[in-house]
């Protein structure tokens, strides 16, 4: 694999898209459980249940759009005018979303604000404090609901405008990739969208949005900025990603290359997948779905969890871990095409099970040095899954179905994340504390290690002869 060349400032453009998709994910899952509970007073079932509706969308809209962007023929190409869009449509609704949060804040008297435990270090008197001005905040949405009526309104319409764009997305990468470079592309694809959720996490120091003296802040001004940066990266990919050439330039070398190796894996003929490629597809997604549910249960509540329980600055123990994996994405695609990516996801999934079990024995009296090396273990180990299990999935579809395959992918994780936050959060419900989070994670992701197993295909493609290498270098290591 060593003499393939992969175009990167290529990649880095389409790599755009998921840029601003990250940043608003990484402000969404911060933000918005601050909000339910702390504004609106909404359990963790509740809350965990509204940070779901996105997942949910997705199940049904992913497979739809991803599909709809295969047959598209516009003239700016299949995946662009998705992401266009999208991306504009929800930034109008997040920004209005604050707007109507600001306006729940000053339904809350400054009695009930008083009451929030602010720099409390005693586990239970904080619990115990927090429950009593939950309960009261939730007294004030009740006897006057349509703000959070509101709220979820215009919750969906953001949701449902960046569902509309996610598959086209991050199908255009391998529509621009052959498949033997589609690891190291979604190495640089992912590297991409860590940038833009460190540049969210980054913001969120600046403007403080953790810190529990500021639990009743006004985001919109935060938002604004989270939505800026999204907007410079759609400018970006506009500007310089021309989707319907390097897509043609990529099918004529795939042909080619596809009748030097004789493989039949990529045969346009094959319409339908063999029992055991079936197979393996299946365990592939069972395994997304399975590690999905571990990791989306931490994301989704690690905010509140670092305020109430460790009593910690959640952005910068997220920036350690985005910043391991920004430093692991290249080298696992290198590794993924030295030993298979199968190996690979494997040493991953163990890695981050590992950090999420070592996590459970955190206290706020423990350095926070310890916390920063799992994290950094579990950015490094989220890289070495999510580089190389989407183009596992991708390396059995057709050039044709790419998009349809990609909505496998995220049928696959995003059932995972509709199920995973009301169930962990109904969990810390029943136990009447946020403890609960970090083995919940740890049993799930486990489980995908088994699953992961017994998977047979989806690997990197074994290219062989030197000819085909020659193809590939000559026409992906050139200029635009």
Known sequence: MSNYKLNVKRTIFVGFAFFLISAFWQAYDAIVPLMLTNHFGLSQTASGAIMALDNI????????????????????????????????AAIVAFIALTFVDNYQL?????????????????????????????????????????????FIGILLIALFSMATFRSPAVALMPDVTIKPLRSKGNAIINLMGTAGGIFVLVLGMVFKTSSDKNSYMKYTWYIVAVCAIMAIGLAIFLLFVKEKRWNSEMLEIQEKLDKETQDETTSVAEEKLPKEKLKSL?????????????????????????????????????????????????????????????????????????AFFGAIFITPTTPPIVMYLLFALAGIAWATINVNSFPMVVELARGSNIGKYTGFYYTASMSA??????????????????????????????????????VKHGNVQDLGDKTAKDLIADNFAGED
């Open 282 to 354: 299946l365990l592939i997604l069972a395994s997304v779905a399975l590690w999905f549910m571990g990791y989306n249960a931490v994301t989704s509540k690690y905010s509140l969890y670092a305020q109430n329980v460790l009593n910690q600055d959640y952005n910068f123990t997220l920036i350690i871990a985005q910043a391991a994996a920004v430093i692991s994405y290249v080298p696992v695609g290198i590794v993924a095409g030295k030993f298979g990516r199968k190996k690979t996801i494997l040493a991953g999934v163990a890695m981050l099970a590992t």
């Open 57 to 88: 969308f997705a199940l049904f809209m992913l497979p739809i759009f991803g599909t709809l962007s295969d047959k598209s023929k516009s003239k700016h190409g299949k995946r662009t005018p998705f992401i266009f869009l999208g991306t504009v």
């Open 106 to 150: 000053t339904l809350l008297s400054d009695e009930i604000k008083a009451l929030y435990p602010v720099g409390v270090e005693d586990k239970a008197t904080k619990e115990a404090m927090l429950a009593v001005v939950i309960e009261k905040t939730l007294e004030v949405t009740l006897a006057n609901p349509w703000p959070l009526v509101f």
């Open 417 to 454: 994340q509709v199920l995973t936050p009301i169930l962990s959060g109904s969990i810390m419900d029943l136990f009447g504390s946020m403890h609960p989070l970090f083995p919940y994670a740890t049993v799930f992701v486990s489980l995908s290690f088994v699953t992961m197993l017994f």
